[in-house]
């Protein structure tokens, strides 16, 4: 059973860029977060999609987007780079209702 | 508003000692609480949970942690440290198991 898969794994950009990341979630799950970790913090929650829909959205601005497909894979758009948005960027997903997240790999987004 | 503190951002354990993490929460409902570990470039691995059954949890690896209420407190403990068990460990809490809300993390160094 293949856990949480992330793509790509390791992404370079340029400030004002748009990046686009992808996430296939365990099998079985219908559910998929998207955190931001910065270099020596704890993961910090952008936003939640459950149904093709973003259910919970963290403290993060409109530049960071998604969206959920019917197979339940997700994507994370964010538009206009800064240097700030630099992190690995970590997706998780979960089956509605059970309350524990299973990770992926992450992407490490490197802004220039 | 949810939010976890771990107190010490490194700890260092001589192999075979006792690992002791600390993690208090703040939550106005009663909550989920988490460990997870992180190893270098990876994404995090889920190590026990608790979701208001019994207040001593078990998780893999030999990991277990005590929900004390009274004290908002959810410590990670470990009898014996392995060298294996160095790694970033991050404590978690939630409310809907939707939102995760993480500490910044304490780093485990185990001395052989």
């Known amino acids: 059973d293949a856990g949480v898969t992330q793509s790509p794994t390791h992404l370079i950009k340029t400030r004002g860029q748009q990046v686009t990341l992808r996430c296939s979630p365990k099998?079985?799950?219908?559910?998929v977060s998207w955190y931001q970790q910065a270099l020596g913090q704890g993961p910090q929650f952008i936003f939640q999609?459950?149904?093709?829909?973003?259910?919970q959205r963290g403290n993060f601005p409109d530049r960071f987007s998604g969206h959920q497909f019917p197979n339940y894979s997700s994507e994370l758009n964010v538009n206009a780079l800064l240097l700030g948005d630099s992190a690995l960027y970590l997706c998780?997903?979960?089956?509605?209702?059970?309350?524990?997240?299973?990770f992926g790999p992450g992407t490490r987004l490197t802004v220039t | 508003a949810q939010s976890v503190t771990q107190l010490g951002s490194h700890v260092s354990v001589s192999e075979g000692a006792l690992v002791l993490l600390r993690c208090n929460y703040s939550?106005?409902?009663?909550?989920?609480l988490f460990w997870y570990v992180q190893y270098p470039n990876q994404g995090l691995q889920l190590l026990l949970k608790?979701?208001?059954?019994?207040?001593l949890v078990k998780g893999i690896n030999g990991f277990e942690a005590e929900f004390k209420k009274s004290e908002t407190s959810f410590h990670l403990t470990k009898p014996s440290a392995h060298m294996s068990d160095a790694a970033e460990y991050f404590c978690a809490v939630s409310d809907t198991g939707n939102q995760f809300y993480f500490g910044t993390g304490t780093s485990l160094t185990v001395i052989p």
């Open positions: 999609y459950y149904e093709e829909e973003e259910r």
């Open positions: 939550s106005s409902v009663p909550p989920y």
């Open positions: 099998s079985g799950h219908d559910t």
């Open positions: 608790y979701t208001s059954a019994a207040t």
């Open positions: 998780a997903s979960s089956r509605q209702g059970l309350y524990e997240q299973y």
